[in-house]
């Protein structure tokens, strides 16, 4: 019987494979170099005239998405940021996923079909995850001494330890439930080993789930760098200037851009809409993802339930 198309999934894949693209390109196809920066320059008033004026500059045929305060080309910093945002959170929901699912399915092997479900009730079960990594990041992220890539990785490394749990707990329940079934059974009653029953029969049923469970721990990760931006702590680290105090992402991270100009939000609104469109555009390709996946496993499900 042929499928019906699935647009989400689709429009979810595509605009995510966008991201991915200018990620790896994005140095290379950006209008400047990351140094270059446009402190004053000349703009054409309504009557046509042309003023001299100092940064920010609006959108231009010169600058697409305009300058910031310093003069730099907003789409230079957003290409050039784009590889820390995007990869960052497709690794360490790649890796959160691994190591939960690794020992998910391997206890949930060994368990009794019969165990309880875990519910995952521990000390820091009701903190946020972006707390923990705040206060543990705060004394080596602002003015940092460590390079960029040395922080990036230290966070990352975080947000995979304190998301295992969560998949864990997930993963080991789907793995109970599908030991009840009884080609489960039938499989151990012949003599299968723990290791073939996971490899035949636990991961096959859960590749469905753990795509959809990918997708989530994506969005999750991307809030948790977003809410780290709005405290001023940005993957990779955060330059901190005096006189005023301003706070600046290393790397051009796209929530570090977000959270460096929080202060445009009344004025020259383009330095902070672009980030941000770039920053809720890429969540909205998950939240497509996750959409389209969840259509895809309620249509594989009615169809085994018909078998």
Not at 260 to 284: D, K
Request: net charge positive; proline share 5%.
């Amino acid at each position: 019987m042929r499928q019906n198309p699935n647009p989400f999934l689709i429009l979810g894949i595509i605009l995510l494979s966008f991201f991915v693209i200018m990620s790896v390109i994005g140095p290379y196809v950006a209008p400047y170099d990351l140094e270059y920066s446009k402190k004053i320059g000349y703009i054409t008033t309504d009557d046509g005239s042309q003023q001299l004026k100092g940064s920010p500059f609006p959108p231009s045929k010169e600058h697409l998405f305009g300058t910031d305060k310093w003069g730099y080309d907003i789409l230079t910093l957003l290409l050039y940021g784009a590889k820390y945002t995007v990869f960052t959170v497709l690794i360490v929901a790649v890796i959160r996923i691994i190591i939960g699912t690794a020992f998910g399915v391997f206890n949930g092997v060994l368990s009794p079909v019969n165990k309880k479900k875990n519910k995952q009730i521990s000390l820091f079960s009701g903190i946020p995850i972006f707390i923990i990594i705040y206060f543990i990041m705060i004394g080596i992220n602002i003015e940092p001494n460590l390079p960029p890539a040395y922080l990036a990785f230290i966070q990352g490394i975080l947000m995979v330890i304190l998301g295992i749990p969560g998949i864990y707990n997930v993963i080991f329940n789907l793995t109970i439930e599908i030991k009840k079934n009884a080609y489960v059974e039938a499989a151990k009653t012949l003599g299968g080993s723990n290791h073939h029953i996971s490899k035949q029969h636990i991961l096959p049923a859960i590749k469905g789930n753990l795509l959809a469970l990918f997708v989530n721990e994506c969005i999750q990760v991307l809030h948790i760098i977003g809410q780290l931006g709005i405290f001023n702590l940005f993957l990779g680290g955060t330059e901190k200037q005096y006189f005023p105090t301003i706070y600046l992402s290393i790397t051009n991270e796209w929530s570090g851009l977000i959270g460096q100009s929080r202060s445009f939000l009344y004025h020259s609104q383009w330095v902070i809409l672009y980030p941000l469109i770039a920053y809720m555009l890429l969540l909205f390709s998950f939240y497509l993802l996750s959409a389209g996946l969840n259509i895809s496993l309620k249509n594989m499900s009615r169809r085994t339930s018909h078998l």
